[in-house]
């Protein structure tokens, strides 16, 4: 029997990157996985991708957390028909990158709402389920700026510190119902994300893309960049019962470039 037989493991932001490689390693431990995210396409296809060797039945949301009145209503709809959900992993795309003096207001207001307010929705969704069940997973997947704000990530850092402070407290509040809340910060991982920021920093100083990937693998002591199944992997981790005392932490995946312990 695998680890997480049973289980229902619901996953934001699950058609790529780091969020698809969580859905799959959850799948892959048993979990049944329900998948979150704006493309109905995309979704379908790493439903596909799902292993159903265990007899696991899938499923998908198509939600986009640009809007959070309309994730609270399909997550409430959903929860409503009895669907209980045993692992929150909670996950969103980062905002624009540029330098904070440089930010809109309506950046702030738009990555708090897609970041710690569609969080919130979530957890609230699932959190009462989760104490009829005796117990339950949330992982943030936030980033190192918690820890360390990262330059040229203005508006992501400012979020992420406040996502960071509003798991911590989550988890002093929900540890006594055996609910854990922690947060695994991932550093350069080979993202689309990536990519992206990546390809915006070689236009702004003309070194080329590659270039500028050397440069962050060169920021951690391992002179590499992770692979989104590494994330995965500290995720999958924190929601099996092998971590069922650790509770209200932060862990880097970053091959040790926070320089911060």
Same mark, same amino acid.
């Given at each position: ?76 709809d ?46 609230q ?10 117990? $339950? ?6 980033? =190192? ?18 996502? $960071?402070?509003?798991?911590? =407290? ?9 609910? =854990? ?10 993202t ?13 100083? $003309? ?6 990937f ?39 995946v970053?091959?040790?470039? =926070?320089?911060?312990?």
């Amino acid at each position: 029997m695998k680890e997480l037989n049973g289980k229902v493991a619901l996953v934001a932001g699950s058609t790529q990157g780091i969020g698809k490689a969580v859905a799959l390693k959850l799948a892959e431990m048993g979990a049944n996985v329900v998948l979150l995210a704006r493309n109905e396409e995309k979704l379908k296809q790493v439903k596909e991708e799902l292993s159903q060797e265990d007899g696991q039945v899938h499923d998908y949301l198509v939600v986009d957390f640009t809007n959070p009145s309309d994730l609270k209503n399909k997550i409430t709809d959903y929860i409503s028909k009895g669907k209980g959900i045993d692992i929150l992993i909670n996950n969103t795309g980062g905002p624009k990158a540029g330098p904070i003096i440089d930010a809109d207001i309506s950046e702030f207001l738009a990555a708090f709402n897609q970041h710690l307010i569609c969080n919130h929705i979530l957890v609230q969704a699932v959190v009462p389920g989760m104490k009829k069940l005796g117990g $339950g997973r949330i992982v943030n997947i936030i980033s =190192t700026s918690v820890k360390q704000p990262l330059p040229g990530l203005g508006v992501s850092n400012t979020i992420r510190g406040a996502v $960071g402070n509003w798991s911590k =407290t989550l988890a002093n509040e929900l540890g006594q119902f055996n609910i =854990t809340v922690n947060n695994v910060l991932p550093g350069a991982t080979n993202t689309t994300r990536l990519q992206e920021i990546a390809s915006n920093k070689s236009a702004k100083t $003309g070194d080329s893309v590659d270039a500028i990937f050397e440069e962050m693998a060169d920021e951690s002591p391992m002179k590499r960049i992770a692979k989104p199944e590494e994330i995965a992997a500290a995720v999958a981790f924190l929601a099996s019962s092998a971590a069922s005392y650790i509770n209200g932490i932060n862990i880097p995946v970053d091959g040790g470039r =926070t320089k911060s312990l």
